[in-house]
């Protein structure tokens, strides 16, 4: 059984579908990134999942279970899911210990998350004084409270400097080899690439793809950046293949799905002459944003031609 | 038990509650100290009179109630609430029990306040003493509907939400609303929130005859109203986003 469990989830607000027929599983005992772009609808199944919205269909489930059928919440689930989700006015020592009084956790564990966070200095402030870092760590705080088999973090890194985000990063795969599960978001790739096994990418509410880290790596087959005369016309014969073709911010084509052997040849039977033939391997981030289609600038009838 | 006890914390780990209840009880020590110090003592006739703080503490409790709720969601509170109690009534529940508490506590500081410092003023002035039975029931009146209005205001903020149109909603409820009874028939203007605390209090002229206990008690189903429909809405609704 998996651990976490989204099963077709949709969640429609008025006409906008923020999640949309979404289905995946987390394990335990690594960490999944889940990734996607702003809006892609990370929030809001990380929010089905902690039972704080309805799905419009599908299912959220925690151990099997929907999670407002949790009996020991705390213990079962640790989340952290905005860093501005306090009362500004409370100190942070304040804000755990409410939640801990709440899931009858004894006093001594608010101390020891803050110490494990490195907020006790700051513990006793109001919260409404704290910076961004700070409140990220009180989050993270507030999270492993209760010692939880599974860690949901809704962008953990923002707001953490370079020191923060090794720690962070430390924290989340100790978890992991703890046995725990930990699925944390984020719209950077390279935020969780140090840190996650496993990859669930998500755009427009929908899956994109659930890979590990490693076949989502070796699976960048290359493209092949191409400029030549009468470009279009070379684009529309490669996308008559099962060749992919788009044109970065320079205006050659990006072509991927066909060797440069296949694309010199194709040029030559319709009289193209190329001026540039070269093979390319593309960085991971670069991967990402393929994947996700963030490619705006590049006119729709030209993207993904052959898609 | 657990659940009263984080709310409790919730609320005394804030300035608001102790800021509101300050100056609540602060006014009551100054009006009522200048009004017993210096009115002439044949218009201080009953013991209602030296309580002239009474309807501003009335307020800022009924606010505090409010804010019990709408601030979970205006600040984003309530996400770790119920993640905590993915079960939503329970802590509804808790609120509505700290919500009362709480006005019940500020109406024993405002007793205190009232008879440790009107009373012996009034005394010394040569004015004539409140029997202690009376007493009493006026005190208890006042103490009891502070606690209610707290949680009228809890009450507000489930169903509406909004800090600000909560805010604004359960102060119409009180004065806006009450002007509404002297334009119906019989004795229904009698059974609206402001009329109930009236009679709590037990004041025998103008608003409110119906006398304490059923005053209380309909004040109590106002509350316990309001509080079933915001539980159900809070139950429903998203949370976040």
């Known amino acids: 059984m998996a651990e976490l469990e989204v099963r077709n989830l949709t969640k429609r607000y008025g006409r906008t579908v923020a999640v949309d027929d979404l289905s995946f599983e987390v394990h335990a005992g690594r960490v999944t990134g889940f990734l996607g772009p702003n809006g892609a609808g990370k929030t809001t199944t990380m929010r089905a999942l902690l039972g704080l919205l309805r799905p419009t269909r599908g299912e959220a489930l925690v151990d099997g279970q929907p999670p407002v059928q949790m009996t020991d919440p705390l213990r079962t689930i640790g989340a952290a899911l905005e860093a501005t989700a306090f009362h500004p006015g409370r100190s942070g020592r304040a804000h755990l210990r409410v939640l801990a009084s709440a899931a009858r956790i004894p006093m001594s564990r608010v101390e020891e998350v803050l110490e494990l966070v490195e907020l006790s200095g700051a513990a006793g402030r109001r919260v409404g004084g704290y910076s961004l870092g700070m409140r990220q760590r009180l989050a993270l705080a507030a999270a492993l409270l209760g010692e939880p088999r599974t860690l949901i973090l809704d962008e953990p890194a923002n707001g953490l400097d370079p020191q923060g985000m090794r720690w962070l990063r430390d924290l989340l795969r100790a978890q992991a080899a703890e046995g725990r599960t930990v699925l944390v978001s984020s719209h950077v790739l390279s935020e969780v690439a ?70 010199g040849e194709l040029a030559l039977s319709l009289g193209i002459a190329l001026h540039e033939l070269a093979p390319q391997r593309s960085s991971l981030e670069e991967r990402f944003l393929e994947v996700m289609g963030e490619e705006s600038e590049t006119p729709p009838a030209e993207g993904e031609a052959g898609a | 038990m657990n659940l009263l006890r984080s709310e409790w914390i919730k609320l005394w780990s804030v300035r608001t509650t102790w800021v509101m209840l300050g100056i609540g009880l602060l006014a009551e020590a100054l009006f009522a100290g200048l009004y017993v110090g210096f009115a002439p003592l044949e218009e201080i006739g009953q013991l209602e009179d030296t309580m002239t703080g009474v309807g501003l503490l009335l307020v800022l409790v009924l ?8 601030a979970e969601f205006r600040h984003g509170t309530a996400s770790s609430t119920f993640l905590v109690t993915p079960r939503r009534w329970p802590v509804l529940v808790a609120k509505l029990a700290a919500t009362f508490g709480v006005g019940l506590l500020a109406g024993l500081a405002f007793v205190l306040v009232n008879g440790g410092l009107a009373l012996p003023l009034l005394s010394s002035r040569g004015g004539s003493l409140p029997s202690a039975s009376d007493a009493a029931s006026v005190y208890a009146g006042v103490v009891v509907s502070l606690g209610l209005i707290c949680a009228f ?89």
Request: net charge negative; proline share 2%.
């Open chain 2, 63 to 70: 606010v505090l109630g409010v804010l019990v709720v709408t």
């Open chain 2, 153 to 241: 205001g809890f009450g507000i903020g489930a169903v509406v939400r909004n800090q600000v149109a909560a805010i604004i909603a359960a102060i119409a409820a009180l004065f806006i609303v009450s002007a509404l009874p002297e334009l119906l028939p019989g004795s229904v203007g009698d059974y609206f929130p402001a009329q109930a605390i009236g009679s709590l209090h037990g004041s025998s002229e103008g608003d409110g005859s119906l006398g304490q206990v059923a005053g209380g008690l309909v004040l109590t189903a106002w509350t316990l109203g309001l509080f079933a429909i915001g539980t159900v809405l809070v139950c429903r609704r998203d949370v976040g986003e």
């Open chain 1, 194 to 263: 140090q840190t996650a096994d496993e990859l669930i990418l998500i755009r427009g509410g929908k899956l994109v793809s659930q890979t590990t880290l490693a076949e989502f790596t070796a699976a960048d087959a290359g493209w092949v950046r191409v400029r030549a005369v009468r470009l279009d016309e070379l684009a529309r014969g490669l996308g008559e293949g099962k060749a992919t073709v788009r044109r970065d911010e320079e205006g050659a084509l990006l072509v991927e799905g066909a060797s440069a052997e296949e694309i």
